[in-house]
């Protein structure tokens, strides 16, 4: 068996054997929530008194419990990752931000040069994380790998910080006068309202390139993964989400406040706030499972490579069932229903998982296993120990 600190080969192999059957391997999930509360409040605890400098190990603690409870093929995975590694990667993220906290309240003037340094940096890291949280996760003795390089990091993520950079460059000064001050925030207000709108245009897009970069980097043994869907079935589902979203806000709205013309307006303020209060949380309550499931189906059903096929068929009703139950028992019980809904929540979406290999998985692994080469560029994410959980 290869040494944990050893990587499998990542280049793919030649398709000599198409013609062997494909065989499914199914996602299990064994935790309990009983067992997660146990981990959960003994983090939160250690978390509070040491002022979130225990968060790493938290999140190390975390991570293991249910990678190591997530069976494929009957097999776990495992975690293998310092958790003081992730503690100076923690540190490094923690700086970042107390240093863009202390320019923003103390040298306003300078706040684009620290958005600057962060857009330049965020890449780098993102990818860090990535080969991290892969490089210390295992099935049958064999480490997963990270294997997309930096390039593309930067390719797929810097279009996010657009709308930063045009604000910048457009958005005018604020000058002396009554005058002068109104037309400066007439101009401002039509940058940043063009600015949104091209942004959230523009989102299925740039969301598509990222989740191609990074579902297109996941290698194990001989396979790297790539995603096979396009920019199109992005925007299907953010035209579907929206459209959910305004319907279930109209008909909140119109079933809440209908009594007005009924009971007159002496109960208006209270049905309109009753209206607002119920849109609130309905609309997040059903858009947010459904979007959950649509891109888990879509992100996962397209993840592919020459021997290894995902596929994911998590139904909305499910999710919402199991959503509506989770947040109600939480206000219940005052959050302390939270690991235990985690749980739910996590099994209900692993057990709607399975992946297709193509001929013998002992073969391929026995390959593997047998290789003693290492990819260096995962050195990196090893020395920083950063995991953002992306």
Excluded at 62 to 86: E, S
């Amino acid at each position: 068996m290869a040494q944990q600190d050893d990587f499998a080969p990542t280049e793919v192999l030649p398709g000599t054997d198409a013609s062997r059957p494909m065989q499914s391997l199914d996602i299990r999930f064994t935790g309990s929530g009983s067992e997660y509360f146990r981990i959960w409040i003994v983090n939160l605890l250690l978390t509070l008194v040491t002022f979130t400098l225990y968060v790493p190990f938290a999140r190390a603690r975390r991570i293991a419990y249910f990678q190591n409870n997530t069976l494929v093929g009957g097999d776990p995975l495992g975690f293998h990752a310092d958790p003081w590694k992730m503690f100076r990667g923690y540190l490094l993220v923690l700086l970042l931000g107390v240093a863009y906290w202390a320019v923003s309240n103390f040298q306003p003037g300078l706040t684009w040069i620290a958005l600057a340094v962060f857009a330049a940096l965020w890449p780098a890291l993102w990818r860090a994380s990535l080969q991290f949280r892969l490089r210390n996760t295992s099935w049958r003795g064999v480490r997963l790998s990270f294997v997309g390089d930096l390039k593309s990091a930067y390719l797929s993520m810097l279009p996010f910080f657009l709308p930063a950079l045009v604000f910048v460059l457009f958005l005018p000064e604020m000058e002396e006068g009554e005058k002068m001050a109104r037309e400066a925030a007439q101009r401002s207000m039509q940058v940043v309202g063009l600015v949104t709108l091209a942004f959230m245009a523009l989102l299925p897009w740039l969301f598509a390139r990222m989740k191609r970069y990074q579902h297109g980097g996941y290698a194990f043994a001989q396979e790297r993964t790539a995603l096979k869907v396009g920019a199109g079935s992005f925007y299907l589902l953010f035209l579907k989400t929206l459209g959910l979203s305004i319907a279930v806000g109209v008909l909140a709205g119109v079933v809440l406040i209908a009594p007005l013309f009924l009971l007159g307006g002496a109960l208006a303020p209270l049905l309109i706030t009753a209206a607002l209060a119920v849109i609130y949380l309905l609309v997040p309550l059903l858009t947010m499972p459904y979007v959950t499931a649509r891109m888990q189906n879509l992100i996962w059903g397209g993840t592919r490579s020459h021997k290894i096929h995902f596929d994911s068929s998590l139904r909305f009703r499910a999710l919402f069932r199991v959503t509506l139950v989770n947040w109600l028992l939480i206000v219940i019980t005052l959050g302390l229903y939270w690991p235990f809904a985690k749980v739910r929540t996590a099994r209900l979406k692993l057990e709607a998982m399975s992946l297709d290999v193509q001929g013998p998985v002992d073969e391929w692994l026995a390959r593997a296993q047998k290789s003693n080469k290492g990819v260096l560029g995962d050195a990196a994410g090893d020395f920083f120990g950063i995991d953002m959980g992306l």
